[in-house]
């Protein structure tokens, strides 16, 4: 099981940028796909982006695409989300998760283990 501590959240002005992290404690960090995943009020969690083990392709889902970044360093065992150009409809609780597999997934019920979520509010 991976132990995962996100950071960063914030309340900024739409067109705002923030960047979230994500620290992992475990086993074989670098093997291990990344999520991000959003949580509106009323809403169902929904993947934002995921970064592979071994490649470092990324996939998107296309209301962030252009906007946001995935990345990570595998030496600090972290993954980042950049995200600029922010609107009122990103803000969410944001939650890191870890797969037990280096492939790219979107499915919620692919990750086995998430952090604790950070809040990002847009507001003017």
């Known amino acids: 099981q991976v132990q995962l501590v996100e950071s960063g959240g914030g309340l900024v002005q739409p067109g705002g940028s923030l960047k979230l992290s994500c620290v992992a404690s475990?086993?074989?960090?670098?093997?291990?796909?990344m999520g991000w995943f959003r949580q509106a009020p009323g809403k169902e969690r929904e993947f934002v982006a995921v970064?592979?083990?071994?490649?470092?392709?990324?996939y998107y889902t296309g209301s962030v695409k252009g906007r946001f970044t995935i990345s990570r360093d595998n030496a600090k065992n972290t993954v980042y989300l950049q995200m600029n150009s922010l609107k009122p409809e990103d803000t969410a609780v944001y939650y890191c998760?870890?797969?037990?597999?280096?492939?790219?997934?979107?499915?919620?019920?692919?990750?086995?283990?998430w952090g604790q979520g950070t809040q990002v509010t847009v507001s003017s």
């Open positions: 998760a870890a797969r037990g597999h280096f492939s790219i997934s979107t499915g919620t019920s692919d990750f086995g283990s």
């Open positions: 970064i592979d083990g071994p490649n470092l392709n990324t």
């Open positions: 475990g086993p074989t960090f670098s093997s291990r796909a």
